[in-house]
């Protein structure tokens, strides 16, 4: 049969100068592509020798890459299924059979970039992003169990040949013309033997099938080609059960997709099965990275489509807050661009978040009941970005509400889940009761903490910025209401508060000229003063509203750039104090009035500080307490 020349479709055409110049990023992509249409090949072959006992050579399956340095060819070869003269026609010729015409209509009609983008999976024509790193490309093939082969041949521009060939081996080669390097345009020297090796290492180390370099290579004596070299491990563990794999290999894939030199804490695996597989192998790593809270931390798993190496960092697969888990998904066939690098949104992927999730909480679960010692570094680690989950995530909120662990004053060195809180909680306690603060000292040094520690009831000291969110996106647990000991009216009678009902109505008679006045003298910063229950040491504490922020939740709302009012706070004051109570006897015994206005500032402001925060005006305070200190000498 002679040389056959075509034209490519109009609208094809058009295509084919938008693959090239526009969809690929990464020109390095080009090799992939064929190496992964070959790898295809190999499995189509193996299944039609399984199924239709078609009389093919499977003994020894594999990819070629074969380069000339002096032509400047690389050829893709594979000894797979290969394609007929008509095949090559139809699904080289015009473009997959991609329906090209609706396609640029709908590309046409996209309103932006991203639009666009997102109509591009519907085609498998990785194929002819050779054209970006090829000035001609040439594709000898023969289909298993015929005799004559086929050659196309084209130079991306608006023809194609197709001819018979006699000589071709069972199977398809891609040879690529190159076109010179380019730099500046990030088109490398593809007939370079160890930029074919990075691409390879990095894209296809995982398929099925020996990927081997063949070719100029110099032997160890330096006379002749060296022996194949096969470029891929062809390790996909993930593709293996649990038994058949050392902990030491999984070490090693772990160290090698997440460049941490320690072992990870934990390892798990994943294989769904049904409608739609994917295998899943994550780490957890045991150490923290130092820019995990950064605006820039790159997180997310590898994901691959059949062993062939996709995207570093999907972020799709896992929520935010499991951002620290590296690892490996490998899917069976996925919603995908043209390009193969940007992931449409589908329900596919949505349902393997999900189980990927539920997997990973699962993890965490078991080490929690199971390895207190691997729990403990596990929370330490990443207890603080986990929790995020408790604001972000409300389809898994009680999952992670169940691994989280809390800082208590049960002991100095152990966490306490909310289980292990109620479980301890004593006959007619209510609430559960937290405190928040910057650190665990200045939580312990709190006046707000005197009453619960006389009366040894449990309280959770809750450091990360995220506690002052979560507590209120939670609200409670098994029922039992989730209660700052720094906010509202807290009544400790139930719990042990042994003062009798009639001594407290005669305190409120007695002071209650005192809280008056002083509510007068500092209405500009307090919206109530009160006797307090919470207090056996400190004279004085600020408390707030049981609605109103705290003021580490206001600073974390101005650091974030938002407007805050400013929200006046409850003063409380320890009836039993001693200097409440000379206070409360110059207020009755005195006409003039004006030292204890003073006194009443100093006051306030101590209860300001001994919360951690500062007063209003710190020049005026200092000038005030040293007049007052001046006096006492």
């Known amino acids: 049969m002679p040389t056959e020349t075509f034209e490519f479709q109009v609208e094809a055409r058009q295509l084919l100068q938008l693959m090239i110049h526009s969809i690929y990023s990464n020109k390095d992509v080009f090799l992939r592509e064929l190496v992964s249409n070959a790898s295809d090949a190999l499995d189509k072959l193996r299944l039609a020798v399984l199924r239709d006992s078609l009389d093919a050579d499977v003994s020894d399956l594999h990819v070629e890459l074969e380069i000339d340095t002096n032509a400047r060819t690389l050829t893709v070869r594979d000894n797979g299924i290969g394609m007929s003269y008509d095949e090559v026609g139809q699904l080289i010729g015009t473009i997959a059979n991609s329906g090209t015409a609706e396609f640029l209509r709908e590309l046409r009609e996209a309103k932006d970039a991203a639009g666009a983008e997102g109509l591009i999976g519907q085609f498998g024509v990785g194929f002819y992003s050779s054209f970006m790193v090829a000035d001609e490309v040439t594709v000898l093939t023969r289909r298993a169990g015929e005799k004559k082969g086929t050659c196309w041949t084209s ?5 194609y040949t197709l001819e018979e060939a006699d000589d071709a081996p069972q199977g398809t080669s891609v040879t690529l ?16 033997v160890w930029k074919i090796k990075e691409i390879v290492k990095r894209y296809s180390d995982f398929i099925t099938w020996p990927v081997r370099l063949v070719g100029e290579q110099k032997g160890s004596e330096g006379d002749g080609p060296a022996e194949p070299e096969t470029l891929n491990s062809m390790k996909a563990l993930w593709a293996r059960s649990r038994d058949e794999v050392s902990e030491d290999e999984y070490h090693e894939l772990y160290k090698h997709i997440s460049h941490d030199w ?11 099965e049904g409608t739609f597989e994917y295998q899943a192998l994550l780490f957890v790593p045991s150490h923290a990275p130092h820019d995990l809270f950064t605006q820039n931390f790159k997180r997310g798993v590898q994901l691959y489509v059949k062993r062939v190496f996709i995207m570093d960092d999907c972020e799709a697969l896992l929520p935010p807050y499991l951002r620290f888990v590296k690892g490996v998904v490998d899917a069976q066939d996925l919603s995908l661009n043209v390009s193969r690098e940007i992931l449409q949104q589908d329900r596919h992927i949505q349902m393997m ?3 990927l999730t539920k997997k990973v909480l699962a993890s965490v679960k078991s080490m929690l009941a199971g390895d207190a010692e691997r729990y403990a570094t596990f929370w330490r680690e990443f207890g603080a970005v986990l929790k995020e989950g408790l604001v972000t995530d409300s389809d898994n909120r009680d ?9 208590s004053t049960h002991g100095e060195d152990e966490t306490v889940t909310l289980k292990q809180y109620v479980e301890r909680m004593r006959d007619g306690q209510e609430d559960i009761y937290y405190i928040t603060g910057e650190s665990r000292q200045s939580i312990d040094s709190s006046p707000h903490m005197e009453a619960f520690r006389e009366r040894g009831i449990e309280v959770l000291l809750l450091t990360d910025p995220v506690d002052e969110v979560w507590v209120d996106a939670v609200g409670e647990f098994e029922g039992k209401r989730l209660q700052s000991i720094a906010k509202g009216q807290i009544d400790l009678a139930a719990q042990g508060d042994e003062k009798a009902e009639g001594e407290r109505e005669k305190q409120a008679e007695e002071y209650v000229g005192l809280l008056g006045w002083m509510g007068e003298q500092l209405e500009k910063d307090v919206k109530e003063v009160r006797l307090s229950s919470r207090l056996t040491v400190s004279p004085a504490c600020v408390v707030a509203d049981a609605h109103d922020l705290t003021p580490a939740l206001e600073n974390m709302y101005r650091a974030m750039g938002q407007e805050v009012p400013h929200t ?7 009836p039993d104090h001693q200097l ?36 209003a005006d710190p020049a005026h305070f200092v000038k005030v307490m040293a007049d007052r200190l001046e006096r006492t000498l």
């Open 568 to 574: 006046k706070r409850i003063l409380e004051l320890n």
């Open 353 to 355: 978040q999900r189980r």
């Open 580 to 615: 409440v109570k000379g206070l409360n006897r110059a207020y009755r015994e005195r006409e003039d009035r004006s030292e204890l206005a003073e006194t009443a500032e100093l006051l306030y402001s101590l209860a300001v500080l001994a919360e951690g925060g500062r007063p």
């Open 262 to 272: 320690r072992e990870p804490l934990e390892t798990i695996a994943l294989q769904a």
């Open 399 to 407: 999952a992670v509400l169940a691994v989280s662990s809390f800082a």
């Open 155 to 159: 130079r991306g521009e608006g023809t």
């Open 177 to 192: 013309h190159l076109k010179p390097a380019d730099p500046d345009n990030q088109l490398h020297d593809y007939t370079s």
